[in-house]
């Protein structure tokens, strides 16, 4: 296969000029963010948020410059643009600072969004959020993961998913599948140690076009594995998907529930309802004695959970089955379905379900929000 370099890119690129502008894109300085992988190329043209919804032509036309290049197996461009000015005041009397729910454009065929997120990173939401997806199909929902994680995408290795989206129609991406579940990564489109060097803007475009650009079909629920922490990608994600609502991963100790605490206070302030806390790597069951240890303390997040007025919803342990599972790309829930931890986030599943369907409210339990 023919090698397809930069500077073939970006003499093809050269090529497509602004039509308002009168001069080439590449020149004009509106090219960023070119990854090429295995002949799939990717980049983000820069425009004024004014302009944005007319040049849809300008972004295809771009496109197919880059196609028609000797080894192009695949194109992707996205337009992006600086986000504009934030307001200089919050409406006051206790005003909720999010948009309702229902004022944010779905994604059709999906019932429900809901996000897997944390506070800070390595507390193990990624393996979390993929368990989770599959034990929603275990119990027979139909479910796609979207992995929001675009700076260290890593459901492609979790769900064991190789290879590259397809299209049918040059618009949408089919997504990737593996374990009866949807998927869609930045991941199948960059190489694994390929680093994004991508501003606030250019991840916002891709993930919208991740989200709304690819066949998921009918879903009942999207698990979307959130990026960690609490910046402006996640408040974005937050703020312009639909979501019904968010799960919070944690480990036990303190440091990890102060950051857990700041997610949970993001998705509220954005009226997102937070669905309830997963505490992980709760406790250590040595594999030789069976002796316990709580390495991270243990139930930080149930008294958390209690303290914020929202449901702990299970924990999990620190356990090597589980990384080395998900590691290799064999999730424990899809790999050892009968097992004792697959059956831990086959209940939190339920529960989740529970609350996105209404179920609950068929029962005199109640739930503090």
Not at 74 to 94: F, K, M, N, Y
Not at 245 to 263: F, H, N, Y
Not at 272 to 297: A, H, Q
Request: hydrophobic share 40%.
């Amino acid at each position: 296969m023919t090698d397809v370099l930069e500077t073939d890119v970006m003499a093809a690129l050269k090529q497509v000029n602004d039509p308002e502008r009168g001069q080439d894109i590449v020149s004009l300085g509106m090219i960023t963010g070119l990854s090429i992988r295995e002949g799939h190329v990717g980049f983000a043209i820069e425009v004024d948020r004014a302009r944005g919804p007319k040049l849809e032509p300008l972004r295809r036309a771009a496109e197919k410059a880059v196609e028609a290049l000797p080894g192009v197996l695949s194109v992707s461009a996205v337009l992006t643009a600086e986000a504009p000015p934030r307001p200089a005041a919050q409406p006051a009397h206790g005003h909720a600072h999010g948009a309702p729910q229902a004022e944010k454009p779905a994604v059709p065929g999906v019932k429900h969004i809901i996000a897997v997120a944390s506070g800070k990173g390595g507390v193990g939401k990624s393996t979390t959020a993929a368990n989770l997806a599959l034990a929603l199909a275990a119990i027979g929902r139909k479910v796609g993961v979207l992995d929001a994680d675009i700076y260290g995408p890593s459901m492609p290795r979790m769900l064991g998913i190789t290879g590259k989206p397809t299209t049918r129609d040059g618009k949408t991406l089919e997504p990737m599948r593996n374990f009866g579940l949807a998927c869609m990564s930045m991941g199948f489109l960059v190489a694994e140690d390929t680093p994004m060097i991508w501003r606030g803007p250019m991840v916002q475009s891709a993930l919208s076009q991740m989200l709304r650009d690819v066949n998921w079909g009918e879903l009942d629920v999207m698990v979307v594995d959130m990026p960690p922490g609490t910046g402006d990608a996640q408040l974005t994600m937050a703020q312009q998907v639909p979501l019904a609502g968010a799960v919070i991963v944690s480990t036990p100790q303190d440091i990890a529930l102060l950051d857990a605490r700041k997610g949970l206070n993001m998705f509220r302030k954005v009226n997102v309802p937070v669905l309830g806390f997963i505490e992980n790597m709760s406790y250590f069951l040595c594999p030789k004695c069976g002796e316990r240890t709580d390495i991270f303390s243990h139930g930080g997040a149930r008294k958390e959970a209690e303290k914020l007025g929202t449901e702990f919803l299970g924990e999990l342990p620190l356990d090597v089955v589980i990384r080395e599972t998900s590691d290799s790309g064999r999730p424990i829930v899809a790999s050892q379905p009968d097992s004792p931890h697959a059956k831990v986030y086959k209940q939190i599943a339920t529960r989740i379900w529970e609350k996105l369907s209404g179920a609950e409210r068929k029962t005199p339990r109640i739930v503090v929000q």
